[in-house]
């Protein structure tokens, strides 16, 4: 079994950063990728960004594209999301997610989730 942690979420003025990290921990941890995912009140869960857990590929959403840097640390099992230029609208839970099905943005196909931090980034 995987558990994964979120943690580094918090208020923040528009315009401001924020750096979340998500631990993971449990078996052997080799997932193809990990991802960041949001939910933000009255929505879907939507894709935010994933990287390759080897290779270090990524893929964003338009939304955050420019603004926002995923990365991760194989030897720390941590996963990081770097979040600048923040504004009203990427106020969400933020969730975590590994993928043992290769660089995906779908969360259907993501078999381990953390339990979310909050981001609120206020106008």
């Known amino acids: 079994q995987v558990q994964l942690v979120e943690s580094g979420g918090g208020l923040v003025q528009a315009g401001g950063s924020l750096r979340l990290s998500c631990a993971a921990s449990g078996r052997t941890f080799r997932p193809d990728a990990m991802g960041w995912f949001r939910q933000a009140p009255g929505k879907e869960r939507e894709f935010v960004a994933t990287?390759?857990?080897?290779?270090?590929?990524?893929f964003y959403a338009d939304s955050v594209k420019g603004r926002f840097t995923i990365s991760r640390d194989n030897a720390k099992n941590t996963l990081y999301l770097q979040m600048n230029s923040l504004k009203p609208e990427d106020t969400a839970i933020y969730y975590c997610a590994a993928s043992y099905m290769g660089l995906v943005a779908a969360a259907s196909n993501y078999a381990y989730w953390g339990q979310g931090t909050q981001v609120t980034v206020s106008s």
């Open positions: 990287i390759g857990w080897s290779g270090g590929s990524t």
